[in-house]
């Protein structure tokens, strides 16, 4: 007897994947490599509407990249933003996290809500509030420096202080998102860990670095990890806030794909930088995971 007629293959759950594959198909995997595509190509405003005008020019778009001034000043004020960004962020979503974990009382629950509300909150109306504190002359932070005899301070005018000024910017929107997550995974673990630790002698600094941090690990981990995803795709900050300057000084990869892609129009040249980023992302992302592989291991 035919073995496929004793053990006929179950369609079923095929069939119930088969939505979440189509559209992951339609509109992720098909226009990744649709893109791919266009990086090879010269591909502008004039060769969208003719295709007859757009010429495979290889990888002269990639090599351009690595020599153009303002996409390297992005490449660097990137990685500014996620090697100070992302373990403020995380260490101060854990920290807001712990110190909510202490009551269920109204008075926490409201706080909650308080440091989340800025994670939902729509960034146009964050940058004009933010706008408006950052003010060099009229802004309520330097008016606070007046005040106690401290100099004002030029926020999104100094290419460095303006980075700094968008990561506290950043960091203040990121945190809700990240004390959620550590907030389930803190309620997930078992009293009687702490039970016990306190009847061994523990005192609190102890339960928290022998007992807390380390069942948070894999909560760690995700934050981590999707905390320096997001990261690496630092956008909208930068976008509203200062376009990218003073003097490219905020400039990110994701900016200077927007603005080529859909300032300048040069499509192809755009789709390069977008791998480009990718690559970078992929090769962080593979470098967490076996970071993480190898704590396992031991």
Known sequence: MNRSAKNPINKYPYIFIAPAVILLLIFSIIP???????????????????WSTVDFVGLKNFKELFQDEVFLKSVYNTFFYVVIGVPLVIISSLS???????????????????????????????????????????????????????????????????????????????????MIIFLAALQGIPKTYYEAAEMDGANRFQ??????????????????VTTLIAWMQFFEEPFVMTEGGPLNGTMSIALFIYQEGFQYSEFGYAAAGSFVLFAFIIAVTLIQFKLRKSDTEY
């Open 207 to 224: 339960i928290l670095f022998k007992v807390t941090l380390p069942l948070l690990r894999y909560a760690t981990f995700f934050v981590t």
């Open 32 to 50: 990744i490599l649709i893109a791919l595509g266009i990086s090879f190509t010269d591909m502008d405003l004039k060769g969208l509407a003719n």
């Open 96 to 178: 807001v996290a712990l110190i909510l974990n202490q009551g269920t009382n109204l008075l926490y629950r409201t706080f909650r809500g308080v440091y989340y509300l800025p994670s939902i909150t729509n960034i146009v109306a964050i940058a004009v509030i933010w706008g408006f504190l950052y003010n060099t002359d009229y802004g309520l932070l330097n008016y606070i420096l007046t005040e106690i005899g401290l100099g004002k301070v030029p926020w999104l005018q100094h290419p460095t202080v303006a980075k700094i000024s968008l990561i506290i910017l950043a960091v203040w929107k990121g945190i809700g998102l990240n």
